[in-house]
């Protein structure tokens, strides 16, 4: 994974000099500004990223790629979902049918806690493009939120039904299913999630609580130690340990992790 990201960052790079060359001679030329801004987005570098998005929109505000990355930015990055959400709304007023456009306001929506609101978008844009795996997911979780738990399963199941492939909505209804106490269901959703996503340490833990929630310890206490051994100081899968620890009777193992807590 370390070669490949240095690998991709080598690229990144090289796509930048290019993008540089173009604009020493055209400096206004909206491709280019827009393909610099997107080789920095992806390097890291998003302040300078977002200046060159905002470059490209003080020469044609409605080009429509540069405010998605701008809206990227300031949703995924910077935490600005007001900002955000005033940028997706732009972009629908030039293109009602742009799927990313609504997704990314439906998520600022979710985000900012309004989530009545975030309902209503969601279900708005599935009008418009209900075959979208993301839209139905983000669903979910704005109806999970709610406390509204059978119609974001229904939700969940739904992007599952149009993806089987995606692991994001196998991972999410596992999660609910554990807070259901459905501690089977949620096994078999997130060993689905895991098939597809063998990396995701979050399902893995979530998987390690299930197992606690079927009354097996010892296959529990594998799932987290196998977490640690990745991620020695993970919070969640040093409280799981210590729960399968002491379900087992190992009271002392028990509470010599409990001050790596602290």
């Not at 279900?123 to 709610?146: C, F, G, T, Y």
């Not at 599952?160 to 807070?179: C, F, R, T």
């Not at 620890?245 to 790596?260: C, H, S, Y």
Request: charged share 30%.
């Amino acid at each position: 994974d370390v070669e490949r990201s240095r690998g991709l960052g080598d690229v990144y790079k090289r796509q930048l000099e290019r993008f540089d060359k173009v604009l020493k001679l055209r400096p206004n030329h909206l491709v280019a500004l827009v393909g610099k801004a997107s080789s920095l987005e992806k390097l890291g570098r998003y302040e300078e990223a977002l200046e060159y998005f905002e470059r490209a929109l003080s020469i044609n505000k409605y080009y429509k790629d540069a405010l998605h990355g701008k809206g990227r930015i300031l949703l995924n990055v910077y935490e600005k979902y007001e900002e955000a959400l005033q940028v997706y709304n732009r972009i629908i007023e030039i293109d009602k049918s742009d799927v990313n456009a609504w997704i990314g306001k439906c998520t600022s929506l979710l985000y900012s806690q309004k989530y009545d609101e975030a309902l209503k978008c969601f279900d708005e844009a599935l009008r418009m493009n209900p075959k979208s795996v993301i839209l139905w997911n983000n669903k979910a979780v704005a109806l999970e939120l709610l406390k509204r738990y059978e119609k974001a399963l229904d939700c969940y199941s739904k992007a599952i039904e149009l993806d089987p492939k995606s692991a994001m909505p196998w991972g999410n209804k596992g999660k609910l299913l554990i807070v259901l106490s459905k501690h089977k269901e949620a096994l078999e959703c997130l060993n689905k999630a895991l098939e597809l996503d063998p990396e995701n340490l979050d399902y893995l833990i979530h998987k390690g609580i299930a197992l606690i929630g079927l009354d097996k310890y010892n296959e529990a206490l594998e799932i987290f130690n196998t977490v640690l051994d990745r991620e020695p100081h993970n919070k969640n899968a040093i409280f799981g340990k210590i729960i399968a620890l002491r379900q087992l009777g190992r009271n002392k193992e028990a509470e010599k992790l409990i001050k790596l807590l602290d």
